[in-house]
Antibody, heavy 121, light 108 residues
Framework: EVQLLESGGGLVQPGGSLRLSCAAS????????MSWVRQVPGKGLEWVSS????????YFADSVKGRFTISRDNSKNTLYLQMNGLRAEDTAVYYCARKPYSSGSYHFDYWGQGTLVTVSS | EIVLTQSPGTLSLSPGERASLSCRAS???????LAWYQQKLGQAPRLLIH???SRATGIPDRFSGSGSGTDFTLTISRLEPEDFAVYFC?????????FGQGTKLEIK
């Protein structure tokens, strides 16, 4: 069974940093591209970042480019999102999501339960 | 950026009825790279449809997707009580991939 479990969310002050983790199980992690998608509670979904299965290529939304970094450790079956320079508008539930292949333009076939990030003083 | 507009914003129907949800793109999604997700309160989104019309694994056949170009539709043939939720469409052809704002399907 595919499982994705996010952690690392919490309350952080504007300008602060946070690192999110997503522990994957139930599949061969390195064979799949992974992404982060966020959602302001009660609102829509916004793609944040993606990384290919090998970790070679990364992609970011313009709203987070230069502030967020995505990475993965295939030996630990874990995806990361390093968030620096956080702003109030980054407040959201952050979901880890799997794409069905190691690279390319695809939908998200599995999602984690999400972790809440709140940016406030 | 491809903007997806979903309509209606809220759809009020009764169990057993047929639901049709619309997703319109600001430009053609030419490879039919269009997906639909269901999200229940407090839960993560669940993939229903990808490639505009292919049902995801384990999704009941009362869910179907259709359309091409700029106009796509999710149809639920006979609503079950567990189908009342929020539905999002997503295009993954253009960069960035984008989502519609959602349609809330509520019990009438």
């Amino acid at each position: 069974e595919v499982q994705l479990l996010e952690s690392g969310g919490g309350l952080v002050q504007p300008g602060g940093s946070l690192r999110l983790s997503c522990a994957a199980s139930g599949f061969t992690f390195s064979n799949y591209a992974m992404s982060w998608v966020r959602q302001v509670p009660g609102k829509g979904l916004e793609w944040v970042s993606s990384i290919t299965g090998s970790g070679t290529n990364t992609y970011f939304a313009d709203s987070v480019k230069g502030r967020f970094t995505i990475s993965r450790d295939n030996s630990k079956n874990t995806l990361y999102l390093q968030m620096n320079g956080l702003r109030a508008e980054d407040t959201a539930v952050y979901y880890c999501a799997r794409k069905p292949y190691s690279s390319g333009s695809y939908h998200f076939d599995y999602w984690g339960q999400g972790t809440l990030v709140t940016v406030s003083s | 950026e491809i903007v997806l507009t979903q309509s209606p914003g809220t759809l009020s129907l009764s169990p057993g009825e047929r639901a049709s949800l619309s997703c319109r793109a600001s430009q053609s999604v030419s490879s039919n790279y269009l997906a639909w997700y269901q999200q229940k309160l407090g839960q993560a989104p669940r993939l229903l449809i990808h490639g505009a019309s292919s049902r995801a694994t384990g999704i009941p056949d009362r869910f179907s997707g259709s359309g091409s170009g700029t106009d796509f539709t999710l149809t639920i043939s006979r609503l079950e009580p567990e189908d009342f939720a929020v539905y999002f469409c997503q295009q993954y052809e253009g960069s960035p991939q984008t989502f519609g704002q959602g349609t809330k399907l509520e019990i009438k």
